[in-house]
Protein backbone atom coordinates (compact mmCIF):
# COMPACT_ATOMS: atom_id res chain seq x y z
CA UNK A 1 0.00 0.00 0.00
CA UNK A 2 1.34 3.42 -1.09
CA UNK A 3 1.26 5.87 1.76
CA UNK A 4 2.81 9.44 1.72
CA UNK A 5 2.92 10.40 5.55
CA UNK A 6 3.38 13.88 6.59
CA UNK A 7 4.53 15.42 9.77
CA UNK A 8 6.36 17.86 11.74
CA UNK A 9 3.16 20.58 12.00
CA UNK A 10 1.96 22.39 15.22
CA UNK A 11 1.64 25.50 16.72
CA UNK A 12 4.46 27.73 16.62
CA UNK A 13 4.28 31.98 16.83
CA UNK A 14 4.94 34.61 13.89
CA UNK A 15 8.31 34.63 12.78
CA UNK A 16 8.93 31.22 13.95
CA UNK A 17 9.79 27.98 12.06
CA UNK A 18 9.21 24.75 11.36
CA UNK A 19 10.37 21.33 9.31
CA UNK A 20 7.24 19.27 7.78
CA UNK A 21 8.38 16.07 6.56
CA UNK A 22 6.75 13.66 4.24
CA UNK A 23 7.66 10.23 4.33
CA UNK A 24 6.46 7.75 1.50
CA UNK A 25 6.56 4.13 1.57
CA UNK A 26 4.90 1.05 -0.29
CA UNK A 27 7.09 2.41 -3.74
CA UNK A 28 9.55 4.40 -4.39
CA UNK A 29 9.23 8.07 -5.63
CA UNK A 30 12.70 8.73 -6.72
CA UNK A 31 11.61 9.43 -10.61
CA UNK A 32 8.65 11.34 -9.00
CA UNK A 33 8.38 15.57 -8.86
CA UNK A 34 7.01 16.12 -4.95
CA UNK A 35 4.75 18.81 -4.01
CA UNK A 36 3.75 20.97 -0.78
CA UNK A 37 0.15 21.90 -0.92
CA UNK A 38 -2.29 23.46 1.83
CA UNK A 39 -5.47 24.04 2.79
CA UNK A 40 -6.62 27.16 5.38
CA UNK A 41 -9.91 26.60 6.81
CA UNK A 42 -13.16 27.53 4.28
CA UNK A 43 -10.72 27.78 1.57
CA UNK A 44 -9.43 25.88 -1.51
CA UNK A 45 -6.64 23.96 -1.32
CA UNK A 46 -3.84 25.80 -2.62
CA UNK A 47 0.04 24.71 -4.35
CA UNK A 48 2.78 25.85 -2.40
CA UNK A 49 5.95 24.45 -3.15
CA UNK A 50 7.50 21.55 -5.84
CA UNK A 51 10.69 19.60 -6.48
CA UNK A 52 11.58 17.83 -9.39
CA UNK A 53 12.76 14.05 -9.22
CA UNK A 54 16.62 15.17 -8.56
CA UNK A 55 16.02 18.32 -6.76
CA UNK A 56 17.66 20.15 -9.34
CA UNK A 57 14.48 22.43 -9.69
CA UNK A 58 12.42 23.80 -7.91
CA UNK A 59 9.31 25.89 -7.80
CA UNK A 60 7.21 28.45 -5.22
CA UNK A 61 4.51 30.42 -5.23
CA UNK A 62 4.87 34.00 -4.63
CA UNK A 63 3.26 33.99 -1.09
CA UNK A 64 6.30 31.70 0.28
CA UNK A 65 9.01 32.18 -1.28
CA UNK A 66 12.13 33.48 -0.16
CA UNK A 67 10.39 31.98 3.53
CA UNK A 68 9.96 28.41 2.42
CA UNK A 69 12.34 25.74 0.70
CA UNK A 70 11.59 22.65 -0.19
CA UNK A 71 13.82 19.33 -0.13
CA UNK A 72 14.39 15.79 -0.70
CA UNK A 73 16.48 12.87 0.19
CA UNK A 74 15.45 9.80 -2.58
CA UNK A 75 18.17 7.72 -0.41
CA UNK A 76 15.03 8.39 2.44
CA UNK A 77 11.93 8.41 0.36
CA UNK A 78 11.27 11.77 2.04
CA UNK A 79 10.38 15.49 0.99
CA UNK A 80 10.70 18.28 3.46
CA UNK A 81 9.48 21.85 3.82
CA UNK A 82 11.61 24.02 5.48
CA UNK A 83 9.68 26.82 6.91
CA UNK A 84 10.75 30.01 8.19
CA UNK A 85 9.56 33.50 9.35
CA UNK A 86 6.32 32.15 9.59
CA UNK A 87 3.27 34.12 9.37
CA UNK A 88 -0.44 33.80 10.77
CA UNK A 89 -1.77 33.70 7.21
CA UNK A 90 0.36 30.45 6.73
CA UNK A 91 -2.14 28.31 8.97
CA UNK A 92 -3.25 26.06 7.33
CA UNK A 93 -3.47 21.50 6.41
CA UNK A 94 -0.17 21.12 4.61
CA UNK A 95 0.17 17.75 2.05
CA UNK A 96 2.31 16.41 0.50
CA UNK A 97 1.40 14.56 -2.79
CA UNK A 98 3.77 12.90 -5.26
CA UNK A 99 3.33 13.96 -9.16
CA UNK A 100 3.11 11.81 -11.89
CA UNK A 101 5.81 13.74 -13.70
CA UNK A 102 9.24 13.95 -13.31
CA UNK A 103 9.90 17.49 -13.66
CA UNK A 104 8.29 20.28 -11.62
CA UNK A 105 4.09 20.93 -12.13
CA UNK A 106 1.95 22.85 -9.99
CA UNK A 107 -1.34 21.69 -11.18
CA UNK A 108 -3.16 19.52 -8.17
CA UNK A 109 -4.58 16.89 -10.83
CA UNK A 110 -0.97 16.53 -11.83
CA UNK A 111 -0.25 14.87 -8.39
CA UNK A 112 -1.32 10.78 -8.02
CA UNK A 113 -0.28 10.00 -4.27
CA UNK A 114 -1.55 12.20 -1.15
CA UNK A 115 -1.03 12.25 2.32
CA UNK A 116 -3.51 12.67 5.27
CA UNK A 117 -1.96 16.52 5.97
CA UNK A 118 -0.44 17.94 9.01
CA UNK A 119 -2.09 21.07 10.71
CA UNK A 120 0.35 23.98 11.20
CA UNK A 121 -1.44 26.80 13.44
CA UNK A 122 0.89 30.42 13.26
CA UNK A 123 -0.19 32.39 16.08
CA UNK A 124 0.39 36.37 16.12
Known amino acids: QVQLVESGGGLVQAGGSLRLSCAASGRTFSRNAMGWFRQAAGKEREFIAA????????YYVDSVKGRFTISRDNAKNTVYLQMNSLKPEDTAVYYC?????????????????WGQGTQVTVSS
Open 97 to 113: AAASSSTVVTRGTWYDY
Open 51 to 58: ISWSGGST
